[in-house]
């Protein structure tokens, strides 16, 4: 299994450690590698809380995480951050680009870190660019392109490190339906083809219907969707 949440509660409390929101209660999750998992829920009940969980971006008060058998709560905080850069790739709702950035520098800040052949990531960002359609715009910063571009960037950019996991929280949320289209056929074949499994929180049926499995998160635990 690539990641496991085992019966995991998260709950939000006050400065004085007074519990306001219990979030998540005993929930699990299993994704298998190049899995490709929807999950769907009411505003508030929990779903970006699950996403941060999964992305060791904040840390359950009950239950575990595992990573390839491994569970993530004995890393530091340094070895989290390279985890993290290494085997994740985040979307988020609004793409989080850097305004000042091109996009060409956008997509390769996550691999600057790695100290790996640049040449190498030169190569895989011209790739990905060319077939996201993006390559003649690689100039232009973020203030410049359209929603979908900004989108498709950010999945160019969460993908530069060939991840083993895409996180996505409400990728198409800000597209029109062309463009919402367009970005989850791109999402689902690169997961296809590089093996990558995807954990997306989606309230468009389209999105989910390409996924390998729908979830519902209610009252702080997933029940997969039946009808579907
Ligand atoms: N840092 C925080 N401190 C306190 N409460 C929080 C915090 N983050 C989230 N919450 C609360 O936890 C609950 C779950 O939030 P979360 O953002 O996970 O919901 P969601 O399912 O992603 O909702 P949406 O569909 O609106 O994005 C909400 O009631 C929210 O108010
Ligand atoms: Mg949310």
């Not at 530091?76 to 850097?98: K, M, P």
């Not at 715009?137 to 392109?145: M, N, T």
């Not at 367009?182 to 996924?211: C, D, F, K, Q, Y």
Request: aromatic share 6%; glycine share 10%.
């Amino acid at each position: 299994m690539l990641l496991e949440a085992r019966n995991i509660s998260k709950s939000y409390k006050s400065r004085y450690g007074r519990t306001i929101r219990e979030v998540l209660n005993g929930l699990s999750l299993a994704v298998g590698e190049g899995k490709r998992i929807a999950i769907t829920g009411p505003s508030g009940s929990g779903k970006t809380t699950l996403l941060n969980l999964a992305g060791t971006l904040d840390f359950p008060d009950k239950g575990e995480i595992l990573f390839r058998g491994y569970s993530l709560s004995g890393m530091n905080t340094a070895e989290l951050a390279a985890f993290r850069n290494r085997e994740i790739g985040f979307v988020f709702q609004s793409h989080h680009l850097l305004p000042q950035l091109t996009l060409w520098e956008n997509v390769l800040i996550p691999a600057l870190p790695l100290n790996g052949n640049m040449k190498e990531v030169y190569k895989r960002a011209e790739e990905l660019l060319r077939e996201t359609g993006l390559w003649d715009i690689r100039h232009q910063k973020p203030g410049e392109l359209s929603g979908g571009e900004c989108q498709r960037t950010a999945v160019v950019r969460a993908l530069i490190n060939k991840p083993s996991l895409l996180l996505a929280d409400e990728p198409t949320g800000s597209l029109d339906n062309r463009n919402a289209s367009i970005l989850t056929e791109l999402l689902t074949s690169l997961s296809a083809r590089e093996n990558i499994a995807m954990v997306v929180v989606t309230h468009a049926p389209g999105v989910a219907s390409g996924m390998d499995k729908i979830y519902k998160l209610k009252e702080g635990r997933l029940t997969e969707n039946s009808d579907s």
